[in-house]
């Protein structure tokens, strides 16, 4: 089955309010092409989740297309420092912060794929987050008594992974660091990719390295050579300095929405 | 004239024993640069963790942007990425990891989550990452942080993110140490002063003896050179 279509159409499969995971971790390979034509259609109340997320997050808060997040972390790290947008939002009370640990959405994410409601975690043994935070609960070992916290289980409605390579059906190959991406795919109810590259049919048969997303878990395929800038993507290429600082420069939401379109034509 | 971030990443690398498991993450140009440090110098045999997987990158180029890309994992020999850490410090068998945070209690408690209340936040901050589980279960949790100031050591945190295991935490004025449940003072850098620390902290400066960080030795400070020529190591400070 060919599963491969243009941007606007994949994004197009995602309603408003859909849970959203997002590959990547930061700055590096998150999928920006994606996020961007997400914020283009003005997509509402959608729930992001991700274990460290920066621009993508950052992004879609700016363009108003987020209800929630859950995450361990939201910044551009140091050399870009905090995402305004997220935090103005969260402040405004517009976007719900759900803060995790990254490991209690780890944890929560191979919840969905083993299909159990909750895992049970080690550590938060004095933190005010599993007070504060209805998805973390406490549990009793069956077997010795002992209580354990515990997160309830976190199955996105979609995941988006930027890919270094696909097949039209939607095998995919990540290059370098996955970050929590195959795990993201198992969890949710289904993963739409985009691709640097796009491979024939029978390039994976062929190959040693075999795909690590099996395509039975995709339902869309899209071509998006540079889909993580101007974040980077290993071994493809780094960060687009001017392209980030042009991003972070915008004042408001309507010159968030010229830099988009600005975006769009050149690309 | 001794630059703050050379005496922290030196006084951090000191800490990692050799053999030692040694994590660090997101936004951690300074324990990266010191982990490095540490494995080449006094300890070659600790084990580098790192978010992307690469476990003991050798040499590896280090990125501006990030202290969790791909060229951790380029030249490494193994791959172990975060899940697994995570996973390995959850059974115990985590040394340390380096954790920061925006304000810090003289009990080793740490707020890398808000200022005001947790759903109407004044300040939302990016969130503790791992802290929040690994503090308890590493066997010891150290914590950088640039900024040294009363509103960073407090008497009350706004949020509690974690409290566990903090063993030390390097500032750019001195050298904590969690002893008998208390942050104490532990050492004084060179060019600072006790009364500036304690003009400068929210709790009242404790310590058992009135020390002076040893400086970097030049051993020291040629590694950081060879190590990250690109000076990221003072990115906080820019």
């Known amino acids: 089955m060919n599963k491969l279509m243009d941007l606007a159409a994949a994004m197009a499969q995602i309603p408003d309010g859909a ?32 274990t460290a997320g920066g621009m993508d997050v950052d ?59 909750f895992m049970p975690v080690r550590g938060l043994v004095e933190s005010d987050l599993v007070t504060a935070n209805e998805y973390f609960a406490q549990v009793k070992d069956p077997f010795s008594g002992d209580i354990l916290n515990a997160v309830r289980a976190i199955q996105p409605d979609v995941s988006i992974v930027h890919v270094h390579m696909a097949d039209a059906r939607g095998n995919a190959v990540i290059e370098g660091p996955q970050y929590d991406d195959i795990l993201l795919s198992r969890a949710s109810k289904t993963v739409i990719l985009t691709a640097e590259r796009i491979v024939g049919d029978g390039y994976f048969a062929a190959s040693s390295r075999k795909a690590d997303i099996p395509h039975f878990m995709v339902s869309a395929v899209v071509h998006a050579p540079r889909g993580a800038a101007p974040g980077a993507c290993h071994g493809v290429h780094g960060v687009s300095d001017g392209e980030l600082h042009s991003f972070l420069a915008l004042a408001d939401a309507e010159a968030l929405t010229q830099w988009l379109t600005r975006r769009h034509v050149h690309a | 004239m001794l630059r703050p971030c050379d005496m922290m990443a030196v006084c951090m690398a000191r800490l990692i024993c050799d053999g030692e498991t040694v994590f660090h993450g997101v936004s951690s140009h300074l324990p990266l640069v010191a982990v490095l440090l540490a494995k080449q110098t006094h300890a070659p045999q600790a084990v580098h963790l790192n978010i992307p997987g690469g476990v003991d990158p050798q040499r590896p180029t280090l990125e501006a942007f990030t202290s969790a890309g791909g060229t951790l994992l380029e030249t490494a020999q193994a791959q172990f990425p975060l899940s697994e850490v995570f996973d390995l410090s959850m059974r115990g068998g985590l040394d340390v990891a380096f954790l920061s945070g925006v304000q810090f209690d003289n009990r080793g408690g740490v707020n890398a989550s808000v200022i005001g209340d947790y759903r109407k936040p004044k300040v939302r901050l990016p969130g503790g990452a791992g802290s929040a589980v690994l503090i308890p279960t590493a066997k010891r949790a150290i914590i950088w942080r640039t900024k040294h100031d009363r509103r960073t050591f407090c008497e009350t945190l706004d949020f509690l993110t974690a409290r566990g295991n903090v063993s030390d935490i390097i500032t750019p004025l001195c050298h904590f140490k969690m002893y008998a449940g208390e942050l104490i003072l532990h050492s004084i850098h060179p060019n600072v002063t006790i009364a500036e620390i304690a003009e400068n902290t ?5 310590y058992l003896a009135q020390t002076t960080t040893p400086p970097p030795t030049e051993e020291e400070l040629a590694a950081l050179r060879d190590i990250d020529p690109l000076d990221y190591r003072n990115l906080e400070f820019r």
């Open chain 1, 19 to 50: 849970m959203v995971g997002l590959g990547g971790n930061t700055l590096n390979r998150a999928p920006m092409a994606a996020v961007m034509a997400l914020a283009c259609q003005g997509k509402q109340g959608l729930r992001l989740v991700k």
């Open chain 1, 59 to 117: 992004l879609l808060c700016f363009a108003g297309c987020v209800s929630s997040v859950d995450a361990g972390f939201i910044s551009y790290e140091t050399q870009y420092s905090l995402c305004q947008h997220y935090r103005s939002a969260v402040q405004a009370g517009k976007v719900q912060a759900n803060e995790h640990a990254c490991y209690t959405v780890i944890s929560a994410l191979r919840a969905a794929s083993y299909g159990i409601p």
């Open chain 2, 202 to 206: 929210g709790f009242p400066i404790r």
